[in-house]
């Protein structure tokens, strides 16, 4: 046997100062109006799991103090709620100041705190049921997939998704290098666009002076030297000097840098901001290796030290999986940053030899422009090493592009246009011609390697982009299709769920013949569309389209329903908090007989304000002879200092009627002290008895005898009825004789019965039989209650 | 009771599976598609074992890709 919720405690918690709900290894429905605090108790069991109410955070919630919302108004004590498991005999608990949840060495309870479902997919709110059918497809995607247990596989998707993103940065950049290379034949009033159109304009240039067609690069050296034999040599030595400047200043600064500062900026906040929430970013190496070798052992010996492990390795395999999962957002982040600084780090590089290519002919330019150069190029150094230190590692809280080289583009442009100025003057026209040529194909050869390393690059971009996007589809048609099967699953057990609400009788049939889920294709990060089929006539539609209000309702509960009983392990919690609001009482039935057939295996949890779908269930539990795995609780008021109250016993009073017997009887010790404390407390309230006083609230059977409860019940009752003295005198003996039970029902979690089963039966008749007398007699208070 | 024995029957239960049937699935469907790709043998079972591992960064995908 697997363990169950015993008792679920509340310490100042919420609307909870004080408050125990006792499930004692069963299903619990609990009754109570509005205002009561029943929700208080589903939101201590999301905190108790989660560490936090998802209502209190996210959009929409930005006024509530979510740590404020979780206390006590009194602020009597530190907020916390345990949960006590049978029949291991311990707790796990956590508190507001806690970051964990608090668990016990022992492996059938880390075990089932570890295989538990997330609260997301084990706690169904009335407001959750209307907003899942209602909702967009994407957020309906989304919290399906959280709902699933499988953000896994989106964030897989995500990851081939910004690699085809990365891919087409890549090719962008490799484009633009490869432009700015051809940039320099644009001067010209040219714009070459491949390096065998440059080849082909050489070749144009060539024959204007009678050479032969060129059809390959090794052929331009020698119509060079020809061409240069014909030249002037007055004037050869500065023209080149002055074709060597220009060529250099020609050559464009690379394009792109700011928008990378600005990039590496906002992830260098991201990363901050992620390092700060998590020291362990240098561990996420061993965490990963750690999941691989934990995943693949069942053994429960340590690797390293040999030693037996009491626990076994899923406690192990469930931390680190949780810490793997929040540091892979702060690996991916480190990723761009390092992918960013690598593009940044290459265009302050090819700034840096720009600018050295310019210095070369610094003997041509006035002596402030060389010192803007050489400074711009000092800064262009300095940036670069210390993009480099970052990079490795080295604390920087902002990337600034040095000022010097803002201004460097519109410097080297001016010096462009005096360079060209200063070389048409010193042509001669008759020789401008010839110059021009000479000029066009030193440019051509010194250019052109670096133009077919720019291709090359481009051309591997390319094949990469495309190689990207392809595993991208490839990916999503994969996940789409999975996906699918999945859904198509829970949509036949939806169906499946809903006709068992609706093909009541001949009078009234499912209208709903088909229903589809349907992940919407290709979306990056998903959406999921549910249409049915209505009477197998209207064809597939959107259900809000023609189903009421009440059976969007149960087709909501029947979604959620069906994810439960595929995807959750059995014996775990269901917490169904107030989920039935417009079902009609026919359909009530309906859903007590689905709650009762398919989710018998769960450890069930249900609110309501509803006397009547109360009295459904307590029946049905009846009928089935299931009412010895179900508590039914009432709760009669609440108080702002003291919490929910339980009111009548009714249903415990059946519990114990139904147990005494010889085989049972002994497991009665819960219900006996509940039973019996209710009795006293309102007595002792009726009658103003004087208890000593008790600083946490937490009055006991004891302190009530202690006080002399007893004599005062006998000596009004006889007071009231007098010719009744003895029959009083011996009901008051059978529960207040019984010394040893007494002080065993005065503990907190009373264990198995030390006393006879006649001496068992004698106690509750007596109990039962004063109860009564002073309800006949109005010496207890809130009667009925 | 045998308390070595609780955690396997609780880890054991079918509709845990349901989620590895995914996994498997999409690894399976994952290839398949692969396989009609023009990416080589290499490629393929490079990209088929980073999804089978559950986790994968973008810059792990274009590694193999560019290869």
Request: charged share 25%; proline share 3%; aromatic share 6%.
């Amino acid at each position: 046997m697997s363990e169950q919720a015993r008792e679920i405690r509340f310490e100042h918690f919420r609307g909870l100062p004080n408050y125990s709900c006792e499930l004692k290894g069963k299903s619990v429905v609990i009754l109570g109006g509005n205002g009561k605090g029943k929700s208080g108790i589903v939101d201590g069991i999301e905190f108790l799991f989660a560490g936090k109410i998802g209502r209190f955070h996210g959009e929409g919630t930005g006024g509530i103090d979510a740590e404020e919302a979780i206390q006590h108004i009194d602020k009597n004590g530190e907020p916390a709620v345990e949960l006590y498991f049978t029949p291991t005999n311990d707790k796990v608990r956590r508190a507001l100041s806690s970051s964990e949840l608090e668990i016990p060495a022992k492996p059938a309870i880390k075990n089932y705190i570890t295989s538990h479902p997330p609260v997301e997919s084990f706690i169904l709110r009335r407001g959750q049921i209307l907003n899942f059918i209602s909702d967009q497809d994407a957020n309906r995607y989304r919290k399906y997939i959280q709902l699933l247990g499988l953000t896994d596989v989106d964030n897989l998707q995500r990851s081939f998704v910004e690699a085809g993103q990365l891919a087409e940065a890549q090719l962008a950049t490799a484009r633009q290098a490869l432009s700015n290379e051809l940039a320099v034949f644009r001067e010209s009033g040219w714009a070459p666009t491949t390096l065998d159109s440059i080849l082909a304009r050489c070749s144009d240039v060539s024959r204007e002076f009678d050479f032969p067609e060129l059809v390959n690069w090794d052929q331009l050296n020698p119509v060079i030297a020809s061409l240069e034999s014909r030249r002037s040599p007055e004037i050869t030595a500065q023209v080149d000097e002055l074709n060597r400047a220009i060529l250099s200043f020609e050559r464009r600064l690379p394009s792109g840098v700011a928008g990378l500062v600005a990039e590496a900026d906002e992830i260098q906040i991201v990363l901050t901001a992620l390092c700060d929430a998590s020291d362990e970013a240098a561990a996420a190496g061993i965490i990963r290796e750690g999941i691989t070798f934990f995943a693949s052992r069942e053994a429960s010996v340590c690797p390293l030290c040999e030693r037996s492990l009491d626990e076994g390795y899923a406690d192990v395999l469930e931390k680190l999986n949780t810490r793997n999962e929040a540091l892979t957002q702060l690996r991916n982040n480190e990723e761009r940053m390092n992918h960013v600084l690598d593009l940044l780090i290459t265009k302050v590089q090819q700034t840096s030899d720009l600018l050295a290519d310019d210095l070369k002919s610094d003997s041509l330019l006035a002596a402030d422009d060389q010192q803007s150069l050489r400074d711009a190029r000092a800064s262009s150094l300095k940036w670069w090493r210390l993009l480099k230190r970052i990079q490795r590692g080295h604390p920087a809280h902002q990337i600034l592009c040095p000022t010097r080289l803002e201004s460097l583009w519109s410097l080297r442009r001016r010096l462009l246009t005096e360079l060209t100025a200063r070389r048409t003057s010193l042509i001669p026209d008759n020789t401008t011609q010839l110059e021009n040529a000479i000029a066009f194909l030193e440019k051509a050869k010194n250019s052109g390697p670096r133009i077919k390393s720019g291709e090359t690059e481009f051309t591997k971009a390319t094949k990469t982009s495309a190689n990207a996007n392809k595993a991208r589809d490839v990916f999503s048609t994969a996940r789409e299709k999975s996906i699918q099967l999945i859904f198509e699953r829970i949509a036949g057990k939806v169906l499946e769920y809903y006709k068992k609400l609706h093909d009541i009788n001949a009078d009234e049939t499912s209208e709903c013949t088909q229903l589809v889920l349907t992940a919407t294709p290709r979306a990056a990060a998903g959406g999921l569309r549910l249409v049915v089929e209505f009477l197998g006539l209207v064809g597939s539609s959107d259900p809000r389209a023609f189903l009421s209000e009440g059976h969007l309702d149960s087709l909501g509960l029947c979604l959620y329903l069906a994810t439960v009983r595929l995807f959750n392990p059995p014996e775990t919690l269901l917490v169904l908090d107030d989920v039935l609001t417009s079902i009609d009482k026919e359909h009530r039935h309906r859903v007590a007989e689905l709650v009762f057939e398919e989710f018998a295996d769960f450890q069930i949890l249900l609110t309501t304000h509803d006397e009547h779908w109360f009295g459904i269930l307590q029946t049905m539990a009846q009928a089935r002879g299931d009412l010895d795995k179900w508590i039914f609780k009432r709760i009669a008021r609440w108080t702002l200092h003291g919490g929910p109250e339980s009111a009548s016993f009714e249903s415990t009073w059946s519990f114990i009627d139904s147990n005494l017997t010889e085989d049972a009887y002994r497991e009665l010790g819960g219900p006996l002290r509940l039973v019996l404390e209710d009795f006293l407390k309102r007595v002792a309230a009726k009658i103003s008895l004087k208890v000593n006083y008790k600083f946490d609230g937490k009055y006991t059977s004891g302190d009530f005898t202690v006080s002399g409860i007893q004599n005062e019940i006998r000596k009004e009752l006889i007071a009231k009825c007098p010719g009744e003295e003895e029959v009083i005198k011996r009901d008051v003996g059978r529960v207040f004789g019984q010394g040893d039970l007494i002080n065993f029902l005065s503990h907190d979690n009373p264990g198995r019965l030390e006393v006879t089963l006649e001496q068992t039966i004698d106690f509750v008749s007596g109990l039962r039989a004063l109860t009564r007398r002073c309800q006949d007699n109005q010496l207890i208070k809130g009667v009925g209650a | 009771m045998n308390s070595e024995s609780e955690p396997e029957s609780k880890q054991s239960a079918v509709p845990v599976d349901l989620r590895a049937e995914l996994r498997r699935n999409l690894a399976a469907e994952f290839k398949s598609g692969l396989s009609s790709t023009a990416f080589n043998n290499e490629q393929q079972t490079a990209l088929g074992e980073l999804v089978e591992g559950g986790t994968v960064t973008p810059t792990q995908i274009l590694e193999v890709l560019q290869t």
